[in-house]
């Protein structure tokens, strides 16, 4: 396994005064400031540094991948809807408890998307949609599609790794509050599949995507 990538946090200030701004105008909502976000941010990191290590070096274990960048900027911003991983961004209101668990959601997406074996930047010839359409079926919506092996992989962590069942269930229960259906129906066939059978899944088609692609250079 390769060194792990340096996680940086910190407000995203571009898109405060962009994005955010505009969106605290639209809904007629207070602006935090850039101090009260810098503090939040502080407090991430504290929650972060905890489990770091072992939550990394697991994802990469676990499914044989190594991350393709050296750096990962996490992004800090209010008003934005659910978090996302290109570029990678966390909502503010998202609480100190809940933060590592949505920052580990969001890098193990980089992982699979931005790896050394195959980067979505740079890969040409693959589409990873295409492949787990034949590994996990062509009747799920593409939100839950991807969602498949991400919450696989987050199960093996707050399983074998963090072992805090609980975890799982809040991240269950704030999915149930919002009504996530795609997320929801990933996680079920997670759970009816078997989130170490869809691992070694994954671990076995990222080695044919490395043999299929040397072939090709």
Not at 94 to 122: A, C, G, M, P, W
Not at 142 to 156: D, E, F
């Amino acid at each position: 396994m390769s060194k792990l990538p340096e996680v940086r946090i910190a407000a995203s200030i571009l898109f405060m005064r962009g994005v955010s701004a505009n969106l605290a105008k639209l809904f007629d909502a207070e602006m935090p400031t850039k101090e009260k976000i810098d503090d939040l941010v502080v407090l991430y990191k504290k929650k972060w540094a905890i489990d770091e290590q072992s939550i990394m070096m697991a994802m990469c274990q676990a499914t044989g991948l190594d991350f393709y960048q050296s750096t990962i900027d996490v992004n800090i911003a209010p008003f934005i809807g659910p978090s996302f991983s290109d570029p990678l961004m966390v909502s503010s209101r998202t609480t100190i408890d809940r933060f590592t668990d949505v920052l580990t959601h969001e890098i193990i997406h980089v992982l699979l998307t931005d790896n050394t074996v195959y980067s979505n930047k740079s890969t040409g010839g693959v589409d990873l949609g295409d492949r787990w359409r034949e590994l996990f079926g062509s009747e799920h919506t593409m939100k839950t599609l991807v969602h498949i092996p991400v919450h696989a992989i987050h199960k093996h962590i707050y399983m074998n790794v963090l072992k805090q069942q609980s975890r799982h269930d809040n991240e269950m229960e704030e999915l149930r509050q919002y009504n996530a259906l795609d997320y929801l129906a990933a996680w079920d066939y997670v759970d009816k599949v078997g989130y170490e059978k869809i691992i070694d899944m994954l671990k076995e088609d990222y080695k044919k995507i490395e043999a299929e692609l040397a072939g090709t250079r």
